[in-house]
């Protein structure tokens, strides 16, 4: 089966809800092993990833999770194939880079993802939507503890679970949310934020373009320690983080409500009118306009419209997803063109903002 | 500025990030950037890179004193290669490089012993290992209270153990 066939539609997959999901767009848990007598994917040799990769897709593919599930070599998936993965956030681009020797194994309710020799021989992880970073963990945890039966990984009783690049070693676990926080951005207190977080240790950064520019004032919050610190720990940690983040969220939005509602409204309904009569628009403007929206949704200033609506024109007007829809290779123009096209047409049902009571 | 990864091109992406009280510097060319996956999701790939090329520098910093270049006997890693990618080669090279890496560890990490999850099977022996300690010290006991058909009965439950342990090595 081809990707895009076995891939939920990007509306289902973005109907799937969870708690504070206005705020939480996904929660995340990654975890990183590798096998003890095989060097890491970046020293081992072709034939020896070849090799490994086959006997670790082996052993995934046989968990009782990932019945169902869609496996393949990197080799074979093509370039669209691979970026619509990285769109739908399930690989990473440096996965997406790799060809014969690595593969990636995604469960049927796609809440499970498995790359196979990325940086590390498996980085296994389990998504969840809204905050749900304990579920995420549980389920990781029984994968890993399924696989350690029948794999020999690196460990140590010193430093853990060995892994590829020393900032993983320990646990190798990985704990993210990706946040949607477009009223601490507007209230400007962002920055604070982030150096709050930072100071604990964490990591906090625009998830879409590069240094302080944050595309659709989306931003990923993630642990940094995984030495010294259980997993448990860890995942209570950043969870008590991610409240308090929601909690200022939370505050900015409704204070803005109260203090500057005609800025608020400013925001929200120049970016309906664009994204619903633009004739032209690059996928930056589409990210930042479709985040004011999202916040307009959840303002109740458009009813009848499920915030589920915007993250999937978010997802779908992403360059892959995009280009998927149509047969020819499109230029960059080309697509800025269409893509304005496709939201005219799906906002047409959707009336203006109205002024909350 | 030239890229800190390639060398070669100008650096274009600067990136700061503060992990616990310190602050790391990287500058990158659009095309290491880009391959590095700096705007990356799924990846994390900035972090590993920041703490990975900061790791490296200590490395060659601590090891350099002594003039020589350690290298790794499994897989024949050397600590220019962990500059280059901010990586080791196999679980071997923790070993081979474990002088210079626990400074490193010192600052990356809360602390540098692992606290968290065991594997099963090293559970079993570690659980195992402890059963025997207990044992042994009861027999030595019940040898100096003179109470040998105890002690006869625990040298039975002890050797039944390490029949266990000699397995679970295997
Ligand atoms: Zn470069
Ligand atoms: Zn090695």
Redesign the pocket.
């Known amino acids: 089966m081809k990707i895009h066939e076995f891939l939920s539609t990007p509306l289902a997959s973005c109907e799937r809800t969870g708690p504070h999901d206005g705020v939480v767009l996904s929660s995340r848990v990654r975890l990183a092993r590798n096998l003890r007598a095989v060097p890491f994917p970046g020293r081992a040799k072709k034939i020896e990833r070849v090799k490994s990769c086959e006997l670790l897709r082996k052993g995934v593919e046989e968990l009782p999770e990932m019945e169902g599930a869609f496996a393949d070599s990197m080799e074979h998936l093509g370039a669209m194939d691979k970026q619509i993965l990285v769109e739908r956030h399930l690989i990473s681009r440096e996965h997406a880079a790799k060809s014969a020797g690595s593969g990636v194994v995604l469960s049927r309710d796609e809440t499970l993802c498995v790359m196979i020799n990325e940086e590390d021989h498996l980085r296994m992880q389990s998504l969840q939507p809204g905050l749900q970073l304990k579920k995420a963990w549980q389920s990781i945890d029984e994968v890993d503890s399924r696989l350690e039966t029948k794999l020999d990984f690196a460990f140590s009783s010193e430093l853990g679970y060995l892994t590829a690049c020393p900032t993983n070693l320990g646990t190798g676990i990985r704990v993210s949310a990706m946040l949607h926080l477009p009223g601490l951005v507007l209230a400007e207190q962002i920055n604070q934020i982030i150096q709050a977080v930072t100071k604990l240790g964490h990591a906090v950064r625009g998830l879409y373009g590069e240094g302080t520019e944050a595309l659709g004032h989306v931003f990923q919050v993630s642990n940094q320690m995984t030495l010294g610190e259980s997993e448990p720990d860890i995942v209570e940690r950043i969870d008590k983080v991610l409240l308090q983040i929601i909690e200022h969220e939370m505050n900015a939005r409704a204070n803005m409500l109260q203090t500057k509602p005609k800025v608020l409204f400013n925001h929200i309904g120049r970016a309906y009118g664009i994204l619903a009569h633009s004739h032209c628009i690059t996928s930056k403007e589409t990210m930042n306009l479709l985040s004011l929206m999202r916040l307009g949704v959840g303002q109740r200033m458009f009813p009848g419209v499920e915030k589920a609506l915007l993250d999937e024109l978010f997802i779908i007007t992403q360059p892959a997803h995009l280009q998927k829809q149509f047969t020819e290779k499109l230029e960059a123009d080309e697509r800025d063109i269409l893509r304005a096209d496709m939201l005219r047409d799906r906002l047409k049902k959707v009336a203006g903002p109205v002024i909350p009571t | 500025m030239l ?1 800190s ?2 060398n ?2 100008e650096a274009t992406v600067h990136l700061t990030e503060v992990v616990g009280d310190k602050m790391k510097k990287v500058d ?2 659009e ?2 950037a880009k391959a590095k996956g700096v705007s990356d999701p799924a990846g994390f790939a900035l972090a590993d890179l920041l703490l990975g090329l900061g790791a490296s520098q200590q490395v060659e910093q601590s090891t350099a004193a002594d003039g020589g270049q350690i290298s790794c006997p499994s897989c024949g890693f050397t600590q220019t290669d962990f500059k280059k990618t901010g990586r080791l080669g196999c679980s071997e090279c923790y070993q081979a490089f474990a002088e210079g890496l626990e400074g490193v560890l010192k600052t990356m990490h809360k602390g540098t012993r692992h606290v968290g999850k065991t594997p099963k099977a090293l559970r079993q022996v570690r659980d195992v290992s402890d059963q025997l300690k207990t044992l042994q010290k009861k027999l030595e006991k019940s040898i100096t209270a003179e109470d040998f058909e105890q002690a006869a009965v625990l040298r039975d439950e002890i050797k039944k153990l390490q029949k266990r342990l000699s397995e679970m090595a295997l």
Do not use: I, R
């Open positions: 890229c990864q390639c070669q091109n990158l060319c095309t290491c």
